[in-house]
């Protein structure tokens, strides 16, 4: 099996995922840093695993780890190992640290966010909106960041005074980047940030997530302290992140598919279709690190070793022409069946879908309706993605507003 070395700077990743899923579902991949694992690169195997008991989230099966190969300064250690919370953990311990998030994330009570998220997409609009006329516009630091962050901050209670800390250490806990001598040091900043904001609200509880955690845990819920935070620390990351990626994607692809544009602002194609193609064709998660086999596993013709590490690349496997026909790579928002799993499957399922959803089905609408006439402000040739191996996460996304609705037009 030739082994692929993901690279650092995600200068291709297209063809990267091409070369993944050329070869076979179960490929032999160089992370950064020179860590060795597997990846799975089609749908159907990808499926298989995510529900197979013999994978787990237990790091201390990793043969890697237990031989101390993988050093505390690793730029990826806080996401192959960040520290016990729902994503770390299988069995009953999952269920019982997921389940109160989960409630939370329903979508009937993810609904109820709905008036929220409209008010700071309006707020955020109309920012836009007073910038100097004329004049090429960060896109993704100026929309696509601020509300995803406002919505998950606001659900889990954190202040906005700590946003640009939270970018600052986030931007480096993704980075592939990140100096080794910075990581440890950048972990330990994150812990107290966070423990900072559970203190705060075991305090002063509030009508938030984090306090409701808290409140468990009191109750009988058995949450440790190093749980919850490390709970929040998860949910503040993946509730942000990927929405970003979701909304800047979806920019994208429409600006590069202006005829799919079109019928889309002329309403012929739904935003709910444009939301779940850009999902499966350019996915906002390249790849999610880690789980361990605990025995040697079948798939396809190879075999996952016992005490491996394994990857899901989900860039890969979104393409797969096995699942989506000999159109996979191609971007088509009235494409269906559209059953991709950009958030996963399996008892590890993202919890939060439902909410990224409702901010992408909310946001993406009223940009277009407020700027109809926005366009990219650089060929998309030029569009450079951040050096991040798990996130499909541009560095920016220069864009001309045009007139807004109702001023000129």
């Known amino acids: 099996m030739t082994r692929i070395a993901l690279d650092p700077f995600v200068t291709d990743l297209d063809g990267e995922s091409a070369a993944l899923r050329a070869a076979g579902p179960l490929a032999e991949v160089e992370l950064p840093g020179g860590v060795h694992v597997y990846a799975v690169t089609r749908h159907a195997e990808a499926r298989a695993l995510l529900t197979d008991s013999r994978v787990v989230k237990d790091i201390n099966v990793w043969n890697a780890w237990q031989r101390g190969e993988i050093p505390m300064d690793w730029p990826l250690i806080g996401l192959a190992n960040p520290g016990r919370s729902m994503l770390t953990v299988d069995g009953a311990d999952h269920r019982r640290l997921r389940t109160l998030v989960a409630q939370a994330l329903t979508v009937k009570r993810v609904e109820r966010l709905r008036a929220g998220i409209e008010a700071l997409t309006n707020a955020s609009l109309e920012r836009l909106a007073a910038l100097p006329a004329g004049q090429p516009v960060d896109l993704k630091a100026e929309f696509a960041y601020p509300l995803p962050m406002n919505v998950i901050s606001e659900l889990m209670g954190v202040d906005a005074a700590d946003h640009p800390r939270l ?22 900043d994150l812990g107290t940030l966070f423990t900072k904001i559970v203190d705060s609200k075991r305090a002063n509880p509030g009508d938030d997530l984090t306090s409701a955690l808290i409140a468990a845990s009191e109750d009988g819920d058995h949450l440790s302290d190093e749980e919850i935070v490390n709970t929040l620390q998860l949910i503040i990351a993946a509730g942000h992140e990927t929405t970003i990626s979701l909304i800047v994607n979806v920019v994208e692809a429409l600006q590069t598919h202006p005829e799919q544009r079109k019928k889309v602002l002329n309403g012929e194609i739904g935003w709910d279709g444009v939301i779940e193609e850009t999902l499966r064709w350019n996915t906002p998660t390249s790849h999610v690190l880690i789980r361990f086999a605990t025995e040697d596993i079948e798939v396809g013709d190879e075999i996952l070793p016992k005490g491996e590490g394994l990857i899901v690349s989900f860039g890969a496997l979104g393409r797969d022409e096995e699942q989506y026909g000999p159109t996979a790579g191609e971007f088509d928002a009235t494409r269906t069946p559209n059953r991709h799993i950009a958030f996963g499957h399996g008892p590890h399922v993202c919890p939060g879908a439902a909410l990224s959803r409702l901010e992408a089905g909310i946001a993406l609408p009223a940009l277009y309706e407020r700027f109809p006439e926005l366009d990219l402000a650089v060929p998309a040739s030029e569009l450079r993605n951040k050096p991040i191996v798990t996130q499909n996460d541009l560095h920016e996304l220069p864009v001309e507003l045009g007139c807004p609705f109702g001023h000129g037009n």
């Not at 970018?167 to 330990?188: D, G, N, Y």
């Open 167 to 188: 970018k600052e250490l986030f931007e480096k806990f993704f980075s592939t980047q990140t100096p080794p001598e910075e990581v440890p040091q950048m972990m330990a």
